[in-house]
């Protein structure tokens, strides 16, 4: 049976190289090869490609100009057309052979794909791509030098079935330092918070180093415009939605919001993205289609960050040493629900405490016109109001 379904996926490969050599997609739908198997066997985008490039790689094909083609990997396209070989072997050899530098020579290369497709026909996959890195420590024994090259950078994003993106990427030896360098300071450990210390892993403070060095560098302002427009975080979401909390009534359940990427965002994380953005409102249809679409309206003005930026400095958790700078406003009343867009409703959080604020239970009050943060019950039973004295200056009275 795997040698049957093995030689049905070389089959496969045939039909889609001759398919692509006609430009079937193109004639009948104006769509690329890839795109004509993404839309027509709801591929994924990755898996469309992987399809076409396998095609390439084991089947000849014949020229615009009616010349014959040979397959990239002739000696992989033999073993696979007898049954010999996985789709996966496939892919191992593929990789191994695009990863070659240009200085190989082509009777060099012909005869490591021949030594790769033989040795595939009794190795694993696994072994299959070890033996391929051997291969290239012999065929290019200085290639420590060809690894500095910035034309082998790669930074891939993929989405899982549980709602997260997964990175994946590869970066020269001096890039890789630049990034480091740029993250090691926002990586390090946070100060202990009521005695408990930052109990997150190595891995997760250098992924939220990341998220925070680009949330810095969108609150900038310096990139590039993107459609006439600065690049930012876009969420859509129904107004009704917006303004039902997830601890309201639970006979309607909040609805959710969309990203910009196509991705779900909760209600919830809506609000604490709105609190200080630049809302646009649009009127729809019964069918959904925009009717009227109002101007870009910041939730808080310029003049009103400056004066809340005065009074509290920094992030006003306790303990936070976040300069304005790395903070949000965060409405104590959110807007949507009919908060002021005042001094007296809105204080600075870091990007870190504005989450728990939103997420995880804490509260913020005025106190004496001071801002205070009050931690849930099951950090303190008797929820006692607490007031951040990192940003304090020597010599001056408090508050």
Not at 90 to 106: E, F, R, S
Not at 371 to 383: L, N, R
Request: net charge negative; hydrophobic share 40%.
């Amino acid at each position: 049976m795997e040698s049957a379904f093995r030689l049905l996926e070389f089959a496969r490969s045939r039909e889609l190289a001759d398919f692509h050599a006609r430009d079937i997609a193109g004639q009948q739908a104006g769509l690329s090869t890839e795109a004509f198997l993404q839309a027509r066997l709801r591929l994924s985008r990755g898996e469309a490609h992987a399809r076409v490039r396998t095609a390439h790689e084991l089947v000849g094909s014949v020229s615009v100009s009616g010349e014959l083609v040979e397959p990239e990997l002739p000696a992989t396209a033999a073993a696979a057309s007898e049954g010999a070989l996985s789709a996966e072997h496939v892919h191992v050899i593929g990789q191994a052979m695009q990863k070659l530098p240009p200085a190989v020579g082509v009777r060099e290369r012909a005869e490591a794909e021949e030594f790769l497709a033989e040795q595939s026909r009794d190795m694993d996959p696994q072994r299959v791509r070890v033996l391929a890195r051997r291969l290239h420590a012999v065929l290019d024994p200085d290639g420590t030098l060809d690894e500095d090259k910035p034309d082998r950078r790669e930074l891939i994003f993929r989405r899982d079935v549980g709602g997260m993106d997964y990175v994946r990427g590869r970066l020269d030896s001096e890039a890789s330092a630049i990034v480091q360098a740029a993250l090691g300071p926002l990586a390090q450990p946070e100060p202990a918070h009521d005695g408990l210390p930052d109990t997150r892993c190595g891995s997760r403070r250098r992924a939220d180093a990341l998220v925070e060095l680009c949330r810095r560098t969108l609150d900038d302002g310096g990139l590039p415009t993107v459609g006439g427009e600065k690049p930012q975080v876009t969420v859509t979401i129904a107004l009704e939605d917006l303004r039902s909390k997830q601890s309201d009534d639970t006979s309607r359940r909040p609805g959710t919001g969309t990203l910009a990427t196509g991705a779900p965002i909760t209600a919830e994380a809506a609000r604490r993205i709105a609190c200080d953005a630049a809302i646009i409102p649009i009127l729809l249809g019964s069918q959904s289609e925009p009717l009227d679409i109002g101007r870009a309206t910041r939730t808080i003005p310029t003049g009103i960050r400056r004066a809340v930026v005065a009074r509290d400095v920094g992030c006003v958790h306790p303990g936070c040493t976040a300069p304005a700078a790395w903070c949000q406003t965060h409405h104590v009343k959110h807007w949507a629900d009919g908060g002021p867009t005042s001094l007296a409703n809105l204080v600075l959080l870091c990007h870190h405490h504005h989450w728990i604020v939103h997420h995880e239970g804490w509260q913020i009050a005025f106190l004496e016109g001071i801002p205070h943060v009050i931690p849930p019950p099951i950090i303190d039973p008797k929820q006692r109001p607490r007031r951040n004295t990192m940003h304090d200056q020597p010599g001056l009275p408090s508050g």
